[in-house]
Protein backbone atom coordinates (compact mmCIF):
# COMPACT_ATOMS: atom_id res chain seq x y z
CA UNK A 1 0.00 0.00 0.00
CA UNK A 2 1.48 3.50 -1.17
CA UNK A 3 1.76 6.32 1.91
CA UNK A 4 -0.93 8.17 -0.20
CA UNK A 5 -3.12 5.18 -0.28
CA UNK A 6 -2.74 4.19 3.54
CA UNK A 7 -3.46 8.30 4.18
CA UNK A 8 -6.45 7.98 2.36
CA UNK A 9 -7.57 4.92 4.33
CA UNK A 10 -6.67 6.64 7.58
CA UNK A 11 -8.65 9.50 6.78
CA UNK A 12 -11.68 7.61 5.56
CA UNK A 13 -12.01 5.38 9.39
CA UNK A 14 -11.06 8.73 11.60
CA UNK A 15 -13.37 9.97 13.88
CA UNK A 16 -11.87 13.77 14.38
CA UNK A 17 -14.50 16.78 13.76
CA UNK A 18 -12.48 17.86 10.66
CA UNK A 19 -13.03 14.62 8.82
CA UNK A 20 -16.96 13.97 10.27
CA UNK A 21 -17.34 17.40 8.48
CA UNK A 22 -15.83 16.41 4.97
CA UNK A 23 -18.38 13.24 5.15
CA UNK A 24 -21.19 15.77 4.69
CA UNK A 25 -19.72 16.57 1.54
CA UNK A 26 -18.67 13.11 0.40
CA UNK A 27 -22.96 12.69 1.19
CA UNK A 28 -23.08 15.67 -1.02
CA UNK A 29 -21.42 14.94 -4.16
CA UNK A 30 -20.89 10.78 -3.54
CA UNK A 31 -18.76 11.06 -6.99
CA UNK A 32 -17.32 14.47 -6.83
CA UNK A 33 -18.61 17.66 -8.38
CA UNK A 34 -20.31 17.47 -12.00
CA UNK A 35 -17.58 18.26 -14.44
CA UNK A 36 -14.42 17.59 -12.15
CA UNK A 37 -14.96 21.32 -10.82
CA UNK A 38 -13.43 21.63 -7.39
CA UNK A 39 -15.25 21.27 -3.65
CA UNK A 40 -15.67 25.54 -2.80
CA UNK A 41 -15.09 26.23 0.63
CA UNK A 42 -16.11 29.98 2.22
CA UNK A 43 -15.38 32.17 5.20
CA UNK A 44 -16.71 35.52 5.21
CA UNK A 45 -15.26 38.76 7.03
CA UNK A 46 -16.93 41.47 7.46
CA UNK A 47 -13.99 44.64 7.36
CA UNK A 48 -15.86 46.84 9.89
CA UNK A 49 -13.06 46.22 12.60
CA UNK A 50 -9.78 44.91 12.44
CA UNK A 51 -9.13 40.77 12.43
CA UNK A 52 -8.52 38.94 15.59
CA UNK A 53 -8.37 35.56 16.33
CA UNK A 54 -12.02 34.95 16.21
CA UNK A 55 -11.39 35.70 12.45
CA UNK A 56 -8.37 33.19 12.26
CA UNK A 57 -10.28 30.53 13.61
CA UNK A 58 -12.81 30.03 11.25
CA UNK A 59 -10.32 30.10 8.60
CA UNK A 60 -8.31 27.38 10.39
CA UNK A 61 -11.25 25.54 11.08
CA UNK A 62 -12.52 25.67 7.44
CA UNK A 63 -8.89 24.61 6.37
CA UNK A 64 -8.96 21.39 8.87
CA UNK A 65 -11.80 20.18 7.12
CA UNK A 66 -10.72 21.25 3.23
CA UNK A 67 -7.47 19.03 4.20
CA UNK A 68 -9.51 16.32 5.33
CA UNK A 69 -11.81 16.31 2.17
CA UNK A 70 -8.65 16.35 -0.07
CA UNK A 71 -7.24 13.80 1.87
CA UNK A 72 -10.29 11.25 2.14
CA UNK A 73 -10.57 11.68 -1.85
CA UNK A 74 -8.14 13.50 -3.23
CA UNK A 75 -10.18 15.83 -5.39
CA UNK A 76 -9.92 19.50 -5.89
CA UNK A 77 -10.76 22.11 -3.58
CA UNK A 78 -10.56 25.68 -3.35
CA UNK A 79 -11.11 28.00 -0.73
CA UNK A 80 -12.82 32.01 -0.74
CA UNK A 81 -12.47 34.43 1.79
CA UNK A 82 -14.98 36.52 1.13
CA UNK A 83 -14.78 40.08 2.34
CA UNK A 84 -18.53 41.93 2.95
CA UNK A 85 -16.73 45.36 2.25
CA UNK A 86 -19.88 46.84 0.75
CA UNK A 87 -21.79 46.92 3.95
CA UNK A 88 -22.57 50.27 5.09
CA UNK A 89 -20.59 51.45 8.28
CA UNK A 90 -23.05 51.27 11.32
CA UNK A 91 -20.64 52.51 13.99
CA UNK A 92 -17.43 53.94 14.32
CA UNK A 93 -15.13 50.42 15.93
CA UNK A 94 -13.39 51.43 19.04
CA UNK A 95 -9.93 50.78 18.09
CA UNK A 96 -9.30 52.53 15.58
CA UNK A 97 -8.20 56.56 15.10
CA UNK A 98 -9.78 59.16 13.48
CA UNK A 99 -12.83 58.48 14.95
CA UNK A 100 -14.63 61.38 14.21
CA UNK A 101 -14.21 61.70 10.24
CA UNK A 102 -15.44 58.13 10.33
CA UNK A 103 -18.23 59.42 12.23
CA UNK A 104 -19.03 61.67 9.10
CA UNK A 105 -19.13 58.79 6.91
CA UNK A 106 -21.69 56.26 8.50
CA UNK A 107 -23.45 54.38 6.60
CA UNK A 108 -21.30 54.56 3.60
CA UNK A 109 -20.18 51.21 1.80
CA UNK A 110 -17.12 50.32 3.89
CA UNK A 111 -14.95 50.35 0.38
CA UNK A 112 -15.71 54.42 0.26
CA UNK A 113 -14.57 55.68 3.50
CA UNK A 114 -11.14 56.89 3.66
CA UNK A 115 -8.65 55.24 6.00
CA UNK A 116 -8.65 56.53 9.38
CA UNK A 117 -4.82 55.16 9.39
CA UNK A 118 -3.96 56.97 6.45
CA UNK A 119 -2.40 53.76 4.87
CA UNK A 120 -4.65 52.95 2.23
CA UNK A 121 -7.52 53.96 -0.28
CA UNK A 122 -9.98 53.03 2.12
CA UNK A 123 -11.43 51.93 5.73
CA UNK A 124 -11.94 48.41 3.97
CA UNK A 125 -8.87 48.25 2.22
CA UNK A 126 -6.54 48.93 5.00
CA UNK A 127 -8.82 45.90 6.76
CA UNK A 128 -8.50 43.77 3.66
CA UNK A 129 -4.97 44.41 3.66
CA UNK A 130 -4.58 43.52 7.85
CA UNK A 131 -6.62 40.13 7.09
CA UNK A 132 -4.95 39.34 3.96
CA UNK A 133 -1.15 39.53 5.77
CA UNK A 134 -2.80 37.81 8.77
CA UNK A 135 -3.80 34.71 6.80
CA UNK A 136 -0.59 35.20 4.12
CA UNK A 137 1.32 34.78 8.00
CA UNK A 138 0.08 31.39 8.63
CA UNK A 139 0.52 30.03 4.86
CA UNK A 140 -2.86 29.76 4.42
CA UNK A 141 -4.45 28.77 0.96
CA UNK A 142 -6.96 31.07 -0.15
CA UNK A 143 -8.41 33.25 -3.05
CA UNK A 144 -9.32 36.46 -1.75
CA UNK A 145 -13.14 38.18 -3.09
CA UNK A 146 -14.13 41.53 -2.07
CA UNK A 147 -18.10 42.17 -2.21
CA UNK A 148 -17.46 45.59 -3.70
CA UNK A 149 -15.07 44.21 -6.95
CA UNK A 150 -18.21 41.49 -7.28
CA UNK A 151 -21.00 43.81 -6.84
CA UNK A 152 -19.16 46.78 -9.18
CA UNK A 153 -17.60 43.99 -11.83
CA UNK A 154 -20.86 42.69 -12.88
CA UNK A 155 -20.09 38.98 -11.13
CA UNK A 156 -23.02 39.19 -9.18
CA UNK A 157 -25.58 40.80 -12.09
CA UNK A 158 -27.37 37.70 -13.00
CA UNK A 159 -28.48 36.67 -9.44
CA UNK A 160 -29.45 40.70 -8.54
CA UNK A 161 -31.42 40.23 -11.82
CA UNK A 162 -32.76 36.68 -10.30
CA UNK A 163 -33.36 38.86 -6.62
CA UNK A 164 -35.81 41.24 -8.68
CA UNK A 165 -37.34 38.42 -10.60
CA UNK A 166 -37.78 37.08 -7.39
CA UNK A 167 -38.44 39.49 -5.28
CA UNK A 168 -42.00 38.68 -3.74
CA UNK A 169 -41.02 35.51 -3.19
CA UNK A 170 -37.74 36.33 -1.12
CA UNK A 171 -40.21 39.12 0.96
CA UNK A 172 -42.16 36.09 2.01
CA UNK A 173 -39.43 34.85 3.11
CA UNK A 174 -37.83 37.41 5.35
CA UNK A 175 -41.14 39.65 6.67
CA UNK A 176 -42.07 36.81 9.08
CA UNK A 177 -38.96 36.99 10.84
CA UNK A 178 -39.51 40.84 11.28
CA UNK A 179 -41.21 43.49 13.48
CA UNK A 180 -43.90 44.89 12.06
CA UNK A 181 -42.61 48.85 12.03
CA UNK A 182 -39.90 46.89 10.07
CA UNK A 183 -42.03 45.16 7.32
CA UNK A 184 -43.47 48.35 6.56
CA UNK A 185 -39.56 49.65 5.52
CA UNK A 186 -38.10 46.61 4.72
CA UNK A 187 -36.43 45.73 1.24
CA UNK A 188 -34.13 43.10 0.36
CA UNK A 189 -32.50 45.54 -1.66
CA UNK A 190 -30.37 48.22 -0.38
CA UNK A 191 -29.79 51.15 -3.04
CA UNK A 192 -26.67 53.36 -2.78
CA UNK A 193 -27.72 56.97 -2.89
CA UNK A 194 -26.68 59.15 -5.54
CA UNK A 195 -26.39 62.24 -3.33
CA UNK A 196 -24.91 61.24 -0.33
CA UNK A 197 -23.59 57.64 -0.91
CA UNK A 198 -25.27 56.22 2.07
CA UNK A 199 -26.98 52.66 1.43
CA UNK A 200 -30.27 52.87 2.14
CA UNK A 201 -32.78 51.27 3.69
CA UNK A 202 -35.82 52.25 2.11
CA UNK A 203 -38.60 50.63 0.79
CA UNK A 204 -37.72 49.66 -2.76
CA UNK A 205 -40.21 48.83 -6.38
CA UNK A 206 -38.86 46.65 -9.38
CA UNK A 207 -39.48 48.81 -11.89
CA UNK A 208 -38.09 46.57 -14.40
CA UNK A 209 -36.11 43.02 -13.47
CA UNK A 210 -34.69 42.58 -16.79
CA UNK A 211 -33.32 45.90 -17.23
CA UNK A 212 -32.17 45.67 -12.93
CA UNK A 213 -33.85 48.99 -12.52
CA UNK A 214 -35.55 49.82 -9.17
CA UNK A 215 -37.60 52.86 -8.01
CA UNK A 216 -37.07 54.21 -4.39
CA UNK A 217 -37.63 57.69 -1.88
CA UNK A 218 -34.40 59.40 -1.45
CA UNK A 219 -34.11 62.26 1.03
CA UNK A 220 -37.69 63.66 -0.77
CA UNK A 221 -36.73 62.80 -4.39
CA UNK A 222 -38.33 59.41 -6.52
CA UNK A 223 -34.81 57.95 -7.98
CA UNK A 224 -35.27 54.94 -10.45
CA UNK A 225 -31.83 53.53 -10.53
CA UNK A 226 -29.96 50.70 -11.97
CA UNK A 227 -29.04 47.69 -9.25
CA UNK A 228 -25.92 46.60 -11.12
CA UNK A 229 -22.60 48.43 -11.25
CA UNK A 230 -22.14 48.80 -7.27
CA UNK A 231 -25.51 51.08 -7.14
CA UNK A 232 -26.79 48.59 -4.85
CA UNK A 233 -26.53 45.81 -2.84
CA UNK A 234 -28.54 43.21 -0.62
CA UNK A 235 -29.93 43.14 2.69
CA UNK A 236 -26.34 41.06 4.76
CA UNK A 237 -29.56 37.74 5.07
CA UNK A 238 -30.64 37.68 1.48
CA UNK A 239 -26.98 38.46 0.39
CA UNK A 240 -25.43 35.83 1.89
CA UNK A 241 -28.15 33.57 0.19
CA UNK A 242 -27.02 35.28 -3.35
CA UNK A 243 -23.80 34.57 -2.89
CA UNK A 244 -23.87 30.59 -2.05
CA UNK A 245 -26.18 30.63 -4.65
CA UNK A 246 -24.24 32.77 -7.63
CA UNK A 247 -20.59 30.93 -6.02
CA UNK A 248 -21.95 27.72 -5.59
CA UNK A 249 -20.51 27.34 -2.37
CA UNK A 250 -20.18 23.83 -1.01
CA UNK A 251 -19.02 24.55 2.83
CA UNK A 252 -19.39 27.27 5.18
CA UNK A 253 -19.24 27.35 8.78
CA UNK A 254 -20.89 29.70 11.15
CA UNK A 255 -21.61 30.91 14.69
CA UNK A 256 -24.63 29.63 16.75
CA UNK A 257 -25.75 33.07 16.48
CA UNK A 258 -26.11 32.95 13.03
CA UNK A 259 -28.29 29.32 12.94
CA UNK A 260 -31.58 31.00 11.84
CA UNK A 261 -30.10 33.53 9.54
CA UNK A 262 -28.36 30.33 7.71
CA UNK A 263 -31.54 28.92 7.89
CA UNK A 264 -33.09 32.50 5.78
CA UNK A 265 -29.81 31.97 3.67
CA UNK A 266 -30.97 28.78 2.20
CA UNK A 267 -34.01 29.50 1.98
CA UNK A 268 -33.23 32.27 -0.57
CA UNK A 269 -30.14 30.36 -2.39
CA UNK A 270 -32.76 27.30 -3.52
CA UNK A 271 -34.84 30.66 -4.85
CA UNK A 272 -32.48 31.84 -6.72
CA UNK A 273 -31.11 28.44 -8.02
CA UNK A 274 -28.84 27.27 -5.59
CA UNK A 275 -28.67 25.13 -2.46
CA UNK A 276 -27.28 25.74 1.01
CA UNK A 277 -24.01 24.95 1.64
CA UNK A 278 -23.01 22.15 4.16
CA UNK A 279 -21.44 23.69 7.31
CA UNK A 280 -20.29 22.92 10.73
CA UNK A 281 -22.17 25.30 13.66
CA UNK A 282 -19.56 26.39 15.94
CA UNK A 283 -20.13 27.90 19.73
CA UNK A 284 -18.73 31.44 19.72
CA UNK A 285 -15.52 32.95 21.46
CA UNK A 286 -16.31 35.13 24.50
CA UNK A 287 -13.94 37.85 26.38
CA UNK A 288 -12.59 38.12 30.07
CA UNK A 289 -16.23 38.90 30.91
CA UNK A 290 -17.99 36.30 29.16
CA UNK A 291 -19.25 38.90 26.38
CA UNK A 292 -19.19 37.65 22.88
CA UNK A 293 -15.95 38.80 20.73
CA UNK A 294 -16.99 41.44 18.57
CA UNK A 295 -14.20 43.40 15.86
CA UNK A 296 -16.45 46.78 16.18
CA UNK A 297 -15.92 46.52 20.49
CA UNK A 298 -12.02 45.51 19.65
CA UNK A 299 -12.39 43.25 22.84
CA UNK A 300 -10.59 40.16 21.11
CA UNK A 301 -7.62 39.02 21.46
CA UNK A 302 -4.69 39.58 18.85
CA UNK A 303 -2.86 36.79 17.28
CA UNK A 304 0.29 38.77 18.39
CA UNK A 305 -0.77 38.58 21.87
CA UNK A 306 -1.10 35.25 22.21
CA UNK A 307 2.46 33.98 20.13
CA UNK A 308 3.84 36.41 22.72
CA UNK A 309 3.03 34.06 25.37
CA UNK A 310 2.88 30.79 23.16
CA UNK A 311 3.83 28.82 19.98
CA UNK A 312 1.46 28.94 16.85
CA UNK A 313 0.50 25.32 17.74
CA UNK A 314 -0.69 25.97 21.01
CA UNK A 315 -3.01 28.63 19.59
CA UNK A 316 -4.21 25.81 16.46
CA UNK A 317 -4.57 23.12 19.10
CA UNK A 318 -6.74 25.69 21.07
CA UNK A 319 -8.69 26.37 18.21
CA UNK A 320 -9.02 22.96 17.01
CA UNK A 321 -10.69 21.48 20.67
CA UNK A 322 -14.52 20.96 20.59
CA UNK A 323 -15.79 23.38 17.86
CA UNK A 324 -19.17 22.62 19.38
CA UNK A 325 -17.83 24.45 23.00
CA UNK A 326 -17.97 27.99 23.93
CA UNK A 327 -14.18 29.14 24.29
CA UNK A 328 -12.92 31.98 26.62
CA UNK A 329 -10.54 34.35 24.77
CA UNK A 330 -8.75 36.02 26.52
CA UNK A 331 -4.94 36.83 28.10
CA UNK A 332 -5.54 35.24 31.12
CA UNK A 333 -6.40 31.75 29.41
CA UNK A 334 -3.13 31.26 27.29
CA UNK A 335 -0.82 29.68 30.38
CA UNK A 336 -3.29 27.18 30.97
CA UNK A 337 -3.78 26.82 27.10
CA UNK A 338 0.12 26.09 26.40
CA UNK A 339 0.35 23.94 29.14
CA UNK A 340 -2.60 21.51 27.40
CA UNK A 341 -0.68 21.83 24.59
CA UNK A 342 3.04 20.48 25.97
Given at each position: MTDTSELRAAALESKAWP?????????????????????????????????????????????????????MTGLPTRLIAFSDDMDGLRKVPDNVPNKEMLTTHLGKPLSRIPDPFGTHDSFAAHNNAMLRDFLDRFGFEYEFASSTDYYASGRFDEKLRDVLR????????????????????????????????????????????????????????????????????????????????????????????????????????????GRKPEGLIYELFLDAKGEKISKSKGNGLSIDQWLTYGPDESLAFYIYREPKKAKALHLGLIPRAVDDYW
Open positions: YEEARKLLKRYPEGKPGGEPMLFETGYGPSGLPHIGTFQEVLRTTMVRKAYEENYDAIMAVMLPTLRAERQATYSPVLPVSPTSGVVLQVPVEVVDAEAGIIRFEDDGQTIEQSVFGGQAKLQWKPDWGMRWAALGVDYEMYGKDLIDSGVLGGKIAQILG
